[in-house]
T-cell receptor, first 114, second 114 residues
Framework: SQTIHQWPATLVQPVGSPLSLECTVEGTSNPNLYWYRQAAGRGLQLLFYSVGIGQISSEVPQNLSASRPQDRQFILSSKKLLLSDSGFYLC?????????????FGPGTRLLVL | AQSVTQLGSHVSVSEGALVLLRCNYSSSVPPYLFWYVQYPNQGLQLLLKYTTGATLVKGINGFEAEFKKSETSFHLTKPSAHMSDAAEYFCAVSGANTGNQFYFGTGTSLTVIP
């Protein structure tokens, strides 16, 4: 069966510090991968998605970036965190073609920037 | 572009009462429709989905939803609310004209009153 892992579960970082959140998927090959952010009391905002190694699409201009160094690994990064980067970050995967599939979500990472 | 509207960001029901969470979408092409549930500090879990076929879809935990094309709706219902149903619920849409993306509603927080 497929599983998705995210770490860390919780992170407290000072403004201006770097960020690296990791997401890995097991039990499937060549998945679509997604990063979402969920701010307090708000819905899901799609940040990045990837259809393959090295292929990243960005949905919202921001100081975040994403990379996919391996088929089942998706990394969210920042060189300098802002207060507004606080939120709950969710990684998700789906099979291709997306339109027939379902997105499966990881447990999330709670990020607090102080 | 696709959009999903969830009417009512907060819904309260008494334990044992009917649960009705509303979702409307905008799409010129019949979409695929999903309901997800999110418990505090957790990722999203798929409740049910509609792709093709029967318009009344049954999901986990006694929930069901009906796709009504004429009303562009996909409302979520449960005949009798349980305390464990208290959570955030998200409606989502994807389809042939959404590329590799899901579009999520802003969510409805369900409170169950004992």
């Amino acid at each position: 069966s497929q599983t998705i892992h995210q770490w860390p579960a919780t992170l407290v970082q000072p403004v201006g510090s770097p960020l690296s959140l990791e997401c890995t998927v097991e039990g499937t090959s060549n998945p679509n991968l997604y990063w979402y952010r969920q701010a307090a009391g708000r819905g899901l905002q799609l940040l990045f998605y990837s259809v393959g190694i090295g292929q990243i699409s960005s949905e919202v201009p921001q100081n975040l970036s994403a990379s996919r160094p391996q088929d089942r690994q998706f990394i969210l990064s920042s060189k300098k965190l802002l207060l507004s980067d606080s939120g709950f970050y969710l990684c998700a995967w789906s099979v291709i073609p997306l339109a027939l599939g379902t997105q499966y979500f990881g447990p999330g990472t709670r990020l607090l920037v102080l | 572009a696709q959009s999903v509207t969830q009417l009512g960001s907060h819904v309260s029901v008494s334990e044992g009462a009917l649960v009705l969470l509303r979702c409307n979408y905008s799409s010129s092409v019949p979409p695929y429709l999903f309901w997800y549930v999110q418990y505090p500090n957790q990722g999203l879990q798929l409740l049910l989905k509609y792709t093709t076929g029967a318009t009344l879809v049954k999901g986990i935990n006694g929930f069901e939803a009906e796709f009504k094309k004429s009303e562009t709706s996909f409302h979520l219902t449960k005949p009798s609310a349980h305390m464990s149903d208290a959570a955030e619920y998200f409606c989502a849409v994807s389809g042939a004209n959404t590329g590799n993306q899901f579009y999520f509603g802003t969510g409805t927080s369900l409170t169950v009153i004992p």
